[in-house]
């Protein structure tokens, strides 16, 4: 396949009608399948080959090598070139997006293994490095969010690079591998419960994927107005793009434990520091201005600790309101932490957030300061992943008005809402066979595959009953199957079950906590070792099911 030019219009597909491109890639793919078959000795004609797709949840980096773990044994079992359709959510989409940058990855999955192992046990990126990046994130477009500053300062901890290249490069690269779809969610239609939020990023396309309205990939950002693009955006690299998909570790409270002191260390680090004073400003100092943002940050990080934080909100006031000619006051005064109202303060902290925002901005030229005025202030009002909305004042009766309506968008983790891409392979036109579900998520096993047979029962698409096991919760199993008329089977493997830990699931579980910095070597080898096992131990029951999907499927 040859990459193609963007098409800058805004896309209905029909359904069963999928892109061309996805329509060619999906003809060559089923080729290698029907040679994998073969080769395992399960009989199957060219027409009866099953549409199979393997979802990796989320979970950080638990998912990205739980996944690559997976992936390795798939391999070595033959059944890797079984695999239509290979799609992530948050962690999962690390380690999608590390395979892919490789061309025809799965045809020498153990060098690649081998790179990708030795990059994630490395150094982390340097701060000059990371610096680099968030200036050019800054500048680059017309919307800076906290997905700009997770991907600089959180998603390099874990993958340990900057990958530039970009997603519709790899159009031509990758005609052996299985088909890869990236899955988020549009947070306002999740907020609001009104629409479809389930939205996907493929090679080609990106867009909602129950409501059938696409964008070329690399138009997704540009502004559009009815239906036609009117103002381009460079499209966003890798590492954005892992950022995008895994914005979202957990839920707010937690991410701003994590992210807080990221930007404490950033911005406190004396290289930091330095380039800062390299620039200066007009009127208040980088001094000053070093010494209001810090105060800005330790308070934020005392309301959520759950401490006074008064101390930091006089500093600043003191600092700075002789300066503003008393613009920055309290709306009343914050509590000590003995009679702490938690909400209060926090909305109180929001509030001065952007006080000292405001000012500072309108006072300084430094463009380090300028960016760290701008996190701040993202902080303060939660945005991530904002982008132009390509269905801006379109008219299209089967999009829900809401989605019309809005000149922009925001896209988060799909973990905040289910945490497994179910919804991108449930697509009509993909009309998928058999769903081979990875579970790396932290807590519920069967949280995902019972989420998405509830929505999908409110949504009336086909899929099986899942009936939960009465082993559920501490000691799950390694390989559960579901089963209905007229819909996909459902395979379920939880990642740490009683199989692979024995009686140490929760030993496994504690282990292996979503916030915790990034693995040892040896954690991630023994994690590689029991995702990996899965499907060793399940090599068998893979290929009963795949067969069982070619005899059970109605062919005519």
């Known amino acids: 396949m040859s990459a193609s030019k963007p098409n800058e219009s805004v896309k ?117 490095d990371a610096m680099a990046k968030l200036k050019k994130y800054y500048y680059g477009k017309d919307f800076f969010s906290l997905t700009d500053v997770w991907a600089v300062l959180a998603v390099t901890s874990y993958v340990k690079e900057i990958d530039e290249h970009t997603i519709t490069e790899q159009r031509n690269q990758h005609n052996k591998d299985p088909f890869p779809i990236y899955a988020v969610i549009d947070k306002q239609t999740k907020q609001s419960k009104d629409g479809d939020p389930w939205f996907e990023i493929n090679p080609y396309e990106a867009g909602y994927s129950l409501s059938g309205v696409f964008v070329d990939t690399g138009n997704f950002g540009s502004q559009f107005h009815k239906g036609s693009k009117i103002k381009h955006q460079d499209e966003f690299d890798i590492l954005y793009l892992q950022a995008l998909c895994g914005s979202a570790l957990g839920d707010e409270e937690d991410i ?153 968008r925001d896209y988060i983790d799909a973990g905040l809402l289910l945490n497994s891409p179910y919804f991108s392979v449930l697509r009509e036109d993909r009309d998928i066979d058999l769903i081979i579900s990875l579970d790396f998520s932290e807590g519920d096993s069967f949280m995902t595959v019972n989420g998405a047979s509830d929505t999908c029962k409110k949504l009336k698409i086909p899929f099986p009953e899942v009936s939960v096991p009465s082993d559920k919760g501490k000691k799950p199993k390694d390989f559960y199957v579901f089963k209905g008329q007229n819909a996909p089977t459902v395979i379920h493997i939880p990642l740490f079950n009683a199989v692979n830990c024995g009686d140490k699931v929760e030993d496994w579980r504690k282990k292996y906590r979503t916030f915790q910095g990034s693995y040892s070597a040896e954690m991630i080898a023994d994690l590689m070792d029991v995702a990996g096992k899965n499907i060793s131990n399940n090599r068998e029951k893979l290929k009963e099911q795949i067969r069982a999907v070619i005899e059970e499927k109605d062919w005519d």
Not at 94 to 101: G, N, T, V
Not at 120 to 128: A, F, K, Y
């Open 256 to 408: 701003k434990k994590s992210l807080w002191p990221k930007i404490k260390d950033f911005f406190q680090n004396e290289t930091t520091i330095e380039a800062m004073r390299k620039d200066d400003p007009i009127s208040l100092s980088v001094d000053e201005c070093h010494r209001a943002l810090m105060d800005l940050v330790n308070m934020n990080l005392s309301v959520l600790k759950g401490e006074d934080p008064s101390g930091f909100d006089k500093s600043i006031r003191t600092n700075l309101n002789e300066l503003s000619g008393g613009k920055i006051q309290p709306i009343y005064k914050m509590k000590t932490v003995e009679t702490a109202d938690k909400r209060a303060d926090k909305r109180y902290t929001n509030r001065v957030t952007l006080d000292v925002c405001e000012y500072l901005r309108s006072r300084n030229s430094n463009w380090l300061v300028d960016i760290w005025i701008s996190i701040c202030k993202c902080m303060a009002e939660w945005i991530w992943g904002r982008k132009y909305n390509f269905l801006h004042n379109m008219t299209d009766e089967a999009v829900n008005s809401t989605l019309l309506q809005s000149e922009t």
């Open 12 to 128: 209905r597909r029909n359904k069963n009608l999928l892109n061309n491109s996805e329509q060619e890639f999906v003809a060559g793919r089923r080729n290698t399948v029907l040679q994998s078959l073969k080769k395992l000795k399960i009989q199957c004609s060219r027409k009866e080959v099953p549409n199979i797709a393997l979802l990796g949840s989320g979970g950080g980096q638990r998912a990205m090598v739980g996944l690559l773990g997976s992936l390795v044994q798939l391999d070595k079992a033959g059944l890797l070139d079984c695999i239509l359709y290979l799609s992530g959510v948050s962690g999962s989409t690390w380690c999608m997006a590390s395979l892919y940058k490789e061309p025809d990855w799965s045809t020498k999955l153990e060098t690649v293994k081998n790179k990708i192992l030795e990059r994630i046990r490395g150094p982390e990126v340097s701060l000059t």
